[in-house]
């Protein structure tokens, strides 16, 4: 791969997360415009002043980001939509920053949003993909649990994991969600607890699933000058890297997109792991987690446990670890799971997160994961940002 071209004169801003809610009467476009009510709060900016839109979403169909600018009365001169679910947060930091160089743009609104009404899972399901449902449904199932069963029993067996070193990452998840006004899940969580709870399709058991939920979230892509104009404090992006279907000759999935790229993203961003002082992964079900930790190179596979055991992962911890609680204790809201974690290493890194602080926080690395269709994630990201030194 060629040096990848630096993100100067990009700059990124004015995280957003709009509250989320078990279940909710509103609409995807509701908590959409939610969420851009709440950038313009933040940041002065109305509906004329977006020249770029891009936007993620499961529930607002049959509309894209073409229905969705023109509900929200915006008249972009750029836009995209990136229907990749927990891949698209950095996807879509990654598109508007280019733009952003280009000149196409000067200030990109990235929203994702979703709403969960009592019908709205299965919904989703129905129309998730033909892959799924030409290899799942035949069989009798079409959700998520059993095909993470699937990766996480090969997962487990492959590499010597077992489920007391998930309880590890789950009980540091929901301690670091205690301190978030907007998480969902509200109690603490022992190791006693993870490990009694009742399966839901084994190996997976019932603090391994994320709760669906409605919520947004969103963020600002705009040129340094804008940023400093506005008022707004930025975080650089160090470097990011992408890639889709993946290893698609393993059987079942055991790494991600990540691990064919993550040295390019280490050196474009002239860090390593050891400089991280926190990681914000997508964490649908902590087996993902695991796989990104070894994939982003701070161990191999084979020393998961290992790792695990020697790492804190709250937010005082040797390697804090979605410090919000993540999916898995603060909500999956849909395709704004995809953004959490943006949302979220971008608040860290500015020092004005939702709950506590990780100290002295300069370096956040974000990594994302989408569209699971039977036995693997298709589409993968991470990213790099980091404090900007004031001159």
């Known amino acids: 791969m060629a040096k990848q071209k630096s993100y100067d004169g990009a700059v990124v801003c004015a995280p957003v997360t709009v509250p989320y809610v078990r279940f909710s009467p509103e609409t995807a476009h509701w908590w959409t415009g939610a969420a851009l009510a709440e950038l313009s709060r933040q940041t002065g900016l109305g509906p004329a002043d977006f020249d770029g839109f891009c ?103 492959q590499y010597g994991i077992g489920r007391e070193d998930f309880a590890k990452l789950c009980v540091a998840q929901r301690d670091n969600a205690l301190s978030n006004p907007t998480a969902l899940m509200k109690k603490p969580l022992t190791h006693e607890q993870y490990m009694k709870a009742r399966p839901i399709s084994d190996p997976v058991h019932l603090f391994d699933c994320v709760m669906p939920c409605a919520g947004a979230e969103a963020f600002i892509v705009t040129t340094p000058e804008k940023a400093e104009e506005l008022g707004l404090s930025t975080a650089r992006i160090a470097g990011t890297i992408e890639r889709h279907n993946a290893f698609a000759e393993d059987a079942v999935q055991t790494r991600g997109g990540w691990a064919r790229d993550i040295d390019d993203l280490w050196q474009a961003a002239e860090l390593g792991p050891q400089d991280m002082d926190m990681v914000q992964v997508y964490d649908d079900y902590p087996v993902i987690v695991a796989m990104q930790l070894a994939d982003l190179g701070f161990c191999d596979k084979d020393k998961l446990p290992e790792f695990i055991a020697q790492n804190d992962f709250t937010i005082s911890g040797s390697l804090p670890l979605n410090t919000n609680g993540g999916q898995l204790s603060a909500g999956q809201a849909g395709a704004a799971g995809g953004f959490q974690n943006v949302t979220e290493g971008l608040r860290q890194v500015l020092h004005c997160p939702l709950g506590d602080q990780v100290p002295d926080a300069r370096h956040a690395l974000v990594s994302g994961f989408g569209l699971v269709n039977y036995d693997r994630g298709v589409c993968t990201g991470a990213a790099v940002l980091t404090q900007e030194v004031l001159r």
């Open 55 to 157: 936007f993620a979403s499961f529930s607002a169909v049959p509309d894209s980001v073409v229905g969705m600018v023109q509900h929200l009365g915006l008249s972009p001169r750029w836009m995209d939509h990136i229907p990749t679910g927990g891949a698209s947060g950095v996807m879509a930091l990654r598109r508007a920053a280019r733009a952003v160089q280009a000149g196409d743009v000067d200030i990109v609104a990235c929203v994702a949003a979703d709403t969960n009404q009592i019908d709205s899972f299965r919904q989703t399901l129905a129309g998730f993909s033909r892959f799924s449902q030409d290899a799942t449904y035949p069989y009798g199932f079409g959700g998520p649990n059993a095909t993470f069963a699937l990766i996480t029993d090969n997962f487990m067996r």
